[in-house]
């Protein structure tokens, strides 16, 4: 993990981080090429560049494109990912580098927080659905494996039945692999802890309905990877068991037995069954 930016200057209505992080500061440019490349020298296979607004980085003309288009050229280097972005900042040149960088990962992780364009409006996230799903369709014709997980805010103030379908349709036709789902809860000093709360009883039915339909969005795509091979990069072996565990492309972890160590290898694994929240495989040639 490599910190590349750090701060917010987007203001979103119900979040701390600009008050308690600052204002966006991205690191120069040929810092992080160097703590990169100290990374890789060291064995890291892959890297994952971090910040609270990641996609934001710009430091003189460098942007995080540009991170990712060095990073890419490394041998020994074999992954790269990001996280979190904003929509806002899913630039074009942000957006190319999924054609253009092959060991940039096909899992993006994009906060949409809700599926209404008005409660969008209401949380200040500067964004709308309609612009959102833009930003989908173009990734999807630069990578067309690419996969998708995001945040949701349910039972923001003001939501009503039809933003909340508006979310639960979201959720189905974007069809998130994994998703992070929470009832709105007021941050003290935010402009949204000032509004007036809905029920708590509908907020915890909706979020229930939420999580049921997320739920099956991911077992019917973990339905899909039985039988198929991925590849897999292994971090560990599990105490005292002849198992190992690594992550395929998209992130989802994965357990296989071997009793040769395979740490810091990537390699096809035959996926043949899966629980809520690991694969299960056989090394595969």
């Known amino acids: 993990y490599l910190t590349v930016q750090e701060g917010c200057d ?54 995080l494109s540009d991170l990712i288009n060095e990073l890419n050229g490394y041998d020994g280097l074999e992954r790269i990912r990001y996280t979190t972005s904003h929509p806002k900042d899913m630039t074009n040149d942000l957006i190319d580098v999924y054609q253009s960088c092959s060991k940039l990962m096909p899992l993006l992780h994009l906060p949409v927080q809700s599926g209404s364009s008005k409660i969008l409006k209401l949380m200040n996230r500067k964004h709308n659905i309609e612009e959102y799903i833009n930003i989908i369709e173009r990734l999807k014709k630069k990578r067309p494996s690419i996969k998708f997980s995001s945040d949701f805010i349910i039972g923001y103030p003001g939501e009503n039945e039809n933003d909340f379908d508006s979310t639960v349709s979201l959720m189905k036709n974007i069809e998130f692999i994994n998703s992070y789902s929470f009832v709105f ?13 809905i029920d708590p009883d509908t907020c915890k039915r909706r979020l229930k309905i939420f999580q049921e339909t997320s739920d099956q969005v991911k077992k019917n795509y973990r339905k899909k990877l039985l039988n198929k091979k991925l590849k897999v990069l292994f971090e560990k072996k599990l105490n005292e068991q002849e198992k190992y565990f690594g992550r395929d492309e998209y992130g989802d972890p994965v357990i296989v037995e071997s009793k040769i160590n395979i740490k810091g290898k990537n390699l096809n694994v035959k996926i043949n069954n899966f629980n809520r929240n690991t694969l299960f495989g056989e090394i595969a040639a």
Do not use: M, W
Not at 33 to 58: F, H, M, P, R, W
Not at 185 to 197: D, E, H, Q, V
């Open 10 to 63: 987007k203001f979103c209505h119900f979040c701390v981080v600009p008050y308690t992080r600052g204002p966006e500061y991205s690191r120069p440019f040929a810092t992080i090429v160097s703590e990169a490349k100290e990374l890789i020298d060291n064995g890291s296979k892959e890297i994952t560049l971090l910040g609270q607004n990641v996609n934001a980085y710009s430091h003189e003309k460098y942007r």
């Open 185 to 197: 809860s007021p941050r003290p000093g935010t402009p949204a802890s000032n509004l007036n709360n």
